[in-house]
C-alpha cells in the first residue's frame, strides 16, 4: 500500500461544535510517517500544510513519496534547498494582472484550436477569483458625489476590459469576478472568500484539505493571517496554476518570529507592523518562510495578523504565516462564516496537526527573532520605502535629511505641504481598529472646528463594503466626511498609484515654485514616484495619522509638540487632546461590528452594479479579437509557435547594455504605472490611434495591449539609468553612436540590428509589487538576460517566465568594480548547455579598447521545473506543447 492510500483516515468531528459531513475524509500527514504525530510536531506549521499538499498529490504531475519524505526530513540547520511541488488550491487575481492573464489564457485558447485541439483544452482546472479594484482612480474626491462620479468614470474607461471579464465567466470554467465597487482583492478574499479548509469530492469520498492559494499580487500573503498558506506569483505562474500544472517552491529557511509583550496604549496595528517591517528586512528573511509563534499571539486578533501578513512583501519574505487556533475560530464566525465551515477547520486542524494552542510543542525554526510588542512607538515610513521606519516626532526631520534644501514649513502650499492624505490600501483598511480611530480623531477634530488644509486631497477608499458599512452605522462617516474624508470608491486607488490629479491650482503652483510636496497614506507601498508623480516624499502611516496630517498640512510639523491648528476658540488643538483610547475604539467596535453585518456586504457579492449587469460580453469559446482596440490585443508571446519541443536556445553574440540601474530597483521603476504622459513612446502611440490624452487611462487599464506596455517599460520619470548620468526618466544612450533617446526607441534600433541586450543592476533588482509586465516589457524590448548583485523573488521568477535569463555577480563583484560604463559588449557561448539550475554561466565581457574579461556568473534557474520554462521560451510556450 502507497503513502498516500495509508494516509486517508475519516475526519472526527470535535465534540464541542457542529458535526462535520459523516463522510468527510483527509490525508493525513501523521499516518503517513513512521513517527505519527510526534514526527511532525517538531516542523513548522507552514511546513505541515506544504506536507499535506504534497501527499495528496502523490501519483500526480510527476509528485513522488520522494517529495513528501525529504520534505518531512527538513531540519532547520540544512543549508540544502528542498524543491516542494506545490499545487495550489485556489488562485485570487487583480484585475491589473489578473485581465492580462485571461487574454493570455485567450491567446492560448486561439493557439491550441490553430493546432486542431478543442478550445477548451484551455480551462482553469481550480477556482479562480477575479476582484476587479485596481482600476479605480480617484478623479474627485472630497465630495459627497465622487464614490458616484469616480464608479462612472471608472466604467467610462473600461468597458473593453470588463466586457472580457464577463467573457471569461462565460466561456471558462472555474472562473467568478467580483465586479468593481466592491473592494480590494486581498481584503475581501480574508472577509468572505477564503474557507481555510476546502472539500472537494474524490471518488467515493469528501476530501478536506487546508484552503491553499496564489495570487496575483504581491499582497496576497495577507491572508496567512487566517492560516491560509498563499503568497503572490506573476500571472504567468498563476496561469500554469489554473492549469494543474504544479509551482515548485525552492525551501530554504523557516524564521519563527517569538512575540511576547502587548502593545502600549495608543500604538496601532500600523505602528506595529511597521516596526516588523524594518526589524524583519535588517534580519534577513528574503526567500524565507516567516511564521509567527510566543507566548502574545493568542492575545493578536485576527486583523492584526492579517495586517502584520499583508506586508510580507515589504519585508521580503514569501510568506508571513500564522497558525490556526481559537482566535481563527473567532474571526471566522464573526465575519459571517457559517457554524459547519467553522466546526470543519477546528475539525480538520486539529486532526492535522494544523492546530496551535499555548501547550503544544514549539517548532523547529531555522532562525527566530525575538519581538516584544511593548517595544513598538507610533511612527510612520519614508520618505521612500516601506522598512525605513522614522518615530513620530523625527518625521519632519527625516524629511529634511532627504531633501536638505527644502524651507521649513510655513501656514501656506511650500516644501513639506501634505498634497495628498489617503485612508487607502488592503493593509490597513482591513483592520476595523485602525478606521475607527480615525473615525473618532476626525469626530474629535470636527467638534474643535479643525478642517484639513485647502491644498490637501483628502479621501477614504475602503478595502470592502463592510468598513463601509461599520463606519456609517457608527456615525463616524458623517466626521470623516466633514474633513474631506468621503468615500472616493471601494479598491486600492492611492496605495497603487491611482491618487487622481491635484487641484489645478496647487499642481501649478508646485510646478512654478519647485515645492517639494509629500504624500500620506496607510497603504503599504511608498516607492518613489509610485503615489503621485509631484509627491516626491511619501509617509505610510495609520489612518489616524493619516487624518491628522491632512488637518497640520504639512510633514515637517511635530505632532508630539506642536499644534495640528487652532480651534473655534482660537486655541491650539494638539494631536494628544484628540487621539482615541483604546477604550473608546473597543467600545464601537463592540456595538457596529457584527457577523449579519458581513452576510449582509457580501450576499451580493458577484451581482455587480446596474452598469456592470447591463455590459453585453460575447459568448463564443474564442475571444472576438478587436485589431482597432486600444485596450485588448492578442498578444505576441505564442507568435510562430507550433506546440513542439524548441530549438536550442540560442547563444548571447555581441550584445549590448540597454540599462544600467543601481540598488533597489523596483517593479515601479520598470513596470509601466501611473498615468501615461503624452509625449512618452506610449502615448505618442495612443495619439497616433486616435486617443485624446483625456481617455488614456492609466498603464495600469492598459495591460492587455502589449504595444502600450512595452512602451511604457523602464519609462518612469524618476528612473536613474546609469548609462545617462544626471538623467531622470525612460531614456538611455544607444552605442555605438551614443545618442540619448527613449529606452524603446534604442530597443527599436538595436532590434533592426540584431544586436541582443542585457540589462546591469545592482542588489534587489525587481522589488516591489508583482507585476507581470517588468518581466513581459523586458522580453519586448529584446533583453536575452539580467545581471545583478541580487534578485527579489517574484520577479525574478516573472524573467525566467518570460524566458529571460536571470543571472547574477559572484560575490565582490559588482558594475562599479568592472568599471562598466555602457560601451562593453557581453557574449555568452553555449548557454544552451550552460544554463542550468544552480550552475556557474561563463560570459565574455569585451570593453571598447578591445580587452577582455570572463565573467563566472551565478545562474538564478533554481529548479529544474523553472529550467523546463525558461528552456521552452516562457511559460506560455511551455504550457502550449504540454497541452498539445
Known amino acids: 500500500m502507497s503513502i498516500r492510500e495509508t494516509a486517508l483516515k475519516a475526519l472526527e468531528p470535535v465534540e464541542s461544535r457542529a458535526p462535520v459531513h459523516s463522510g468527510t475524509h483527509i490525508y493525513s500527514i501523521a499516518s503517513a510517517t513512521a513517527g505519527g504525530a510526534e514526527a511532525i510536531a517538531r516542523l513548522p506549521y507552514c511546513l505541515r500544510v506544504l506536507a499535506e499538499n504534497v501527499l495528496r498529490h502523490i501519483g500526480t504531475n510527476d509528485v513522488e513519496e520522494a517529495d513528501f519524505c525529504r520534505l518531512l526530513a527538513w531540519h532547520p540547520s540544512s543549508g540544502d534547498v528542498i524543491p516542494v511541488p506545490f499545487h495550489p488550491a485556489r488562485v485570487l487575481m487583480q484585475d491589473y494582472t489578473g485581465i492580462p492573464a485571461l487574454v493570455d489564457l485567450a491567446a492560448l485558447r486561439d493557439a491550441i484550436a490553430d493546432l486542431g485541439q478543442p478550445a477548451t483544452r484551455i480551462n482553469p482546472r481550480i477556482p479562480v477569483d477575479l476582484v476587479i479594484d485596481h482600476s479605480l482612480i480617484v478623479d474627485q474626491a472630497g465630495h459627497p458625489g465622487a464614490l458616484t ?30 465586479p468593481p465597487g466592491n473592494g480590494i482583492l486581498h481584503q475581501i478574499n480574508l472577509e468572505h472568500i477564503a474557507g481555510v479548509v476546502c472539500t472537494q469530492q474524490a471518488g467515493l469520498h469528501v476530501v478536506a484539505f487546508a484552503d491553499t492559494m496564489v495570487g496575483t499580487d504581491s499582497h496576497s500573503t495577507m491572508v496567512n493571517g487566517i492560516g491560509v498558506l498563499g503568497w503572490g506569483v506573476g500571472g504567468i505562474e498563476a496561469e500554469a496554476a489554473m492549469l494543474g500544472l504544479p509551482m515548485t517552491v525552492p525551501l530554504r529557511r523557516v524564521v519563527g518570529v517569538r512575540l511576547s509583550g502587548s502593545l502600549q496604549a495608543g500604538v496601532t496595528a500600523t505602528d506595529l507592523v511597521l516596526t516588523l ?25 485576527v486583523t492584526d495578523r492579517a495586517t502584520i501578513a499583508n506586508m510580507a512583501p515589504e519585508y521580503g519574505s514569501t510568506a508571513a504565516f500564522f497558525p490556526i487556533d481559537a482566535e481563527t475560530l473567532r474571526y471566522l464566525a464573526a465575519s459571517g462564516r457559517d457554524a459547519a465551515q467553522v466546526a470543519l477547520v477546528e475539525a480538520y486542524a486539529r486532526a492535522q496537526g494544523l492546530w496551535r494552542s499555548a501547550d503544544a510543542r514549539e517548532p523547529e525554526y531555522s532562525s527566530v527573532l525575538e519581538f516584544d510588542l511593548s517595544s513598538v512607538r507610533p511612527c510612520a515610513a519614508g520618505p521612500k520605502r516601506p522598512q525605513d521606519r522614522v518615530e513620530l516626532d523625527a518625521i519632519g526631520d527625516s524629511f529634511r535629511a532627504a531633501f536638505p534644501s527644502a524651507a521649513p514649513a510655513r501656514e501656506t502650499l511650500s516644501d513639506g505641504a501634505v498634497a495628498i492624505a489617503a485612508i487607502t490600501s488592503c493593509t490597513n483598511t482591513s483592520n476595523p481598529a485602525v478606521m475607527i480611530a480615525a473615525g473618532l480623531l476626525a469626530r474629535k477634530a470636527r467638534a474643535r472646528g479643525l478642517q484639513a488644509r485647502p491644498w490637501t486631497k483628502t479621501s477614504l477608499t475602503p478595502g470592502s463594503r463592510v468598513v463601509g458599512a461599520y463606519l456609517e452605522a457608527s456615525g463616524l462617516q458623517a466626521d470623516l466626511d466633514a474633513l474631506g474624508f468621503h468615500v472616493a470608491g471601494y479598491g486600492c486607488a492611492t496605495c497603487g498609484g491611482n491618487s487622481g490629479q491635484l487641484d489645478e491650482a496647487v499642481e501649478q503652483q508646485i510646478r512654478d515654485e519647485n515645492i517639494v510636496v509629500t504624500a500620506v497614506l496607510s497603504g503599504n507601498r511608498n516607492f518613489e514616484a509610485r503615489i503621485h508623480p509631484m509627491a516626491r516624499a511619501n509617509y505610510l502611516m495609520s489612518p489616524p495619522l493619516v487624518v491628522a496630517y491632512a488637518l497640520a498640512g504639512n510633514i515637517q510639523v511635530d505632532l508630539t ?20 483610547t483604546d477604550a473608546e475604539v473597543q467600545n464601537v467596535l463592540r456595538t457596529v461590528l457584527t457577523p449579519d453585518l458581513f452576510e449582509t456586504q457580501y450576499s451580493q457579492l458577484f451581482d455587480g452594479s446596474p452598469a456592470w449587469r447591463a455590459l453585453e460580453a460575447p459568448s463564443s469559446a474564442l475571444f472576438p479579437w478587436d485589431s482597432s482596440s486600444t485596450y485588448i490585443r492578442k498578444p505576441p508571446f505564442l507568435d510562430h509557435c507550433d506546440g513542439s519541443a524548441t530549438a536550442p536556445v540560442e547563444d548571447i553574440v555581441d550584445a549590448r547594455i540597454l540599462l544600467m540601474l543601481g540598488d533597489s530597483t523596483t517593479t515601479d521603476h520598470i513596470s509601466p504605472v501611473g498615468n501615461i504622459p503624452a509625449d512618452s513612446p506610449a502615448g505618442l502611440y495612443l495619439r497616433d490611434h486616435g486617443v485624446k490624452p483625456v481617455d488614456f487611462n492609466a498603464y495600469g487599464s492598459r495591460r492587455a495591449n502589449h504595444e502600450v506596455m512595452v512602451r511604457g517599460t523602464f519609462a518612469n520619470i524618476r528612473l536613474s539609468n546609469e548609462l545617462v548620468p544626471g538623467v531622470l526618466g525612460g531614456q538611455t544612450k544607444c552605442l555605438p553612436g551614443g545618442e540619448i533617446m527613449p529606452i524603446h526607441d534604442a530597443a527599436t534600433r538595436y532590434a533592426a540590428q540584431g544586436v541582443p541586450l542585457l540589462i546591469i543592476a545592482g542588489r534587489e533588482y525587481g522589488t516591489g509589487s508583482s507585476r507581470d509586465w517588468a518581466a513581459k516589457g523586458t522580453n519586448l524590448l529584446g533583453v536575452r538576460a539580467v545581471i545583478a548583485e541580487s534578485f527579489e ?11 529571460v535569463l536571470p543571472l547574477e555577480f559572484p560575490s565582490g563583484v559588482t558594475r562599479k568594480t568592472l568599471g562598466l560604463d555602457g560601451t562593453e559588449t557581453f557574449g555568452i557561448e553555449a548557454i544552451d548547455e550552460q544554463a542550468r539550475p544552480g550552475a556557474t554561466v561563463r560570459a565574455t565581457l569585451r570593453r571598447a579598447d578591445g580587452s577582455s574579461v570572463v565573467l563566472e556568473l551565478d545562474c538564478r534557474i533554481d529548479t529544474a521545473n523553472e529550467f523546463k520554462v525558461w528552456r521552452a521560451g516562457g511559460m506560455m510556450r511551455f504550457v502550449l506543447h504540454q497541452l498539445s
Open 561 to 580: 509638540r506642536e499644534s495640528l491648528g487652532n480651534g473655534n476658540d482660537g486655541q491650539p488643538v494638539y494631536l494628544h487632546e484628540i487621539w482615541p
Open 277 to 301: 517591517t524594518q526589524r524583519l528586512r535588517a534580519f534577513n528573511v528574503v526567500d524565507t518562510l516567516v511564521e509567527f509563534f510566543g507566548p502574545s499571539l493568542a492575545a493578536l486578533a
Open 793 to 803: 523573488r517574484i520577479h525574478r521568477s516573472n524573467l525566467l517566465m518570460m524566458g
Open 149 to 178: 462620479y469616480n464608479l462612472g468614470r471608472e466604467f467610462e474607461r473600461n468597458t473593453e476590459r470588463y466586457r472580457l471579464a464577463k467573457w471569461a465567466t462565460a466561456a471558462l470554467s472555474n472562473v467568478r469576478v467580483v
